[in-house]
């Protein structure tokens, strides 16, 4: 199965900091399509995830452009650009190129 | 507005198995495939497989091809996952996700 490691696994920032978390895969995520299946989700306290970023960069519906993803191959970075309150929480980056889809294990962001 | 509506927190005796319920609305039940993600208490997300409700087609993580049976109900826009032999190791939560948008977990606790 694909790993994929989360860098850092805790995250303190202030409001209006900028913050990049890591992700990196065991294998390349880029599908034989041309594809790349690298997502990103938030899951706040005591609620179900949410999508935050598809396919490496593109943004969700309704998600603040402060979110941002980068990245190709096994490399992916999500960035927010100037954190609010509501950006609290843990972000996971799960991958559906390789059967079967696997989840990294998550960053805690946190107010310093 | 799309809505994942999942049944309520279950009780189940080990051994025992339990059906959890979907039911998806504001949206084209046939268009997206439903896949179900089990989240263990304070823990990362495991995806357990996926199912076509156009075509009952359905995708396991070898990891649960023996503990999860995926099925919908197209007439009632209504996905299922059964868990059969329950075992404390299957006390989660658990969501049914397309993707997109996510159900608002079940919580399953095995337990004589």
């Known amino acids: 199965d694909v790993v994929l490691t989360q860098t850092p696994p805790t995250l303190s920032a202030t409001i209006g900091q900028s913050v990049s978390i890591s992700c990196r895969s065991s294998q390349s995520l880029l599908h034989s399509n041309g594809n790349t299946y690298l997502h990103w989700l938030l899951q706040r306290p005591g609620q179900s995830p949410q999508l935050l970023i598809y396919?490496?960069?593109r943004l969700e519906s309704g998600v603040p452009n402060r979110f941002s993803g980068s990245g190709s191959g096994t490399d992916f970075t999500l960035k927010i650009s100037g954190v609010e309150a509501e950006d609290l929480g843990v972000y996971y980056c799960v991958q559906g190129t390789h059967a079967p889809w696997t989840f990294g294990g998550g960053t805690k962001l946190e107010l310093k | 507005q799309v809505n994942l509506l999942q049944s309520g927190a279950a009780l189940v005796k080990p051994g025992a198995s339990v059906k959890l319920s979907c039911k998806a609305s504001g949206y084209t039940f046939t268009d997206y495939y439903i896949h179900w993600v089990k989240q263990s208490h304070g823990k990362s997300l495991e995806w357990i497989g996926y199912i076509n409700p156009n075509s009952g087609y359905t995708n396991y993580n070898e990891k649960f091809k023996s503990k999860a049976t995926l099925t919908v109900d197209k007439s009632t826009n209504t996905a299922y996952m059964e868990l059969s032999r329950l075992t404390s190791e299957d006390s989660a939560t658990y969501y049914c996700?397309?993707?997109?948008?996510w159900g608002q977990g079940v919580m399953v606790t095995v337990s004589s």
């Open positions: 396919s490496v960069s």
């Open positions: 996700t397309t993707g997109a948008h």
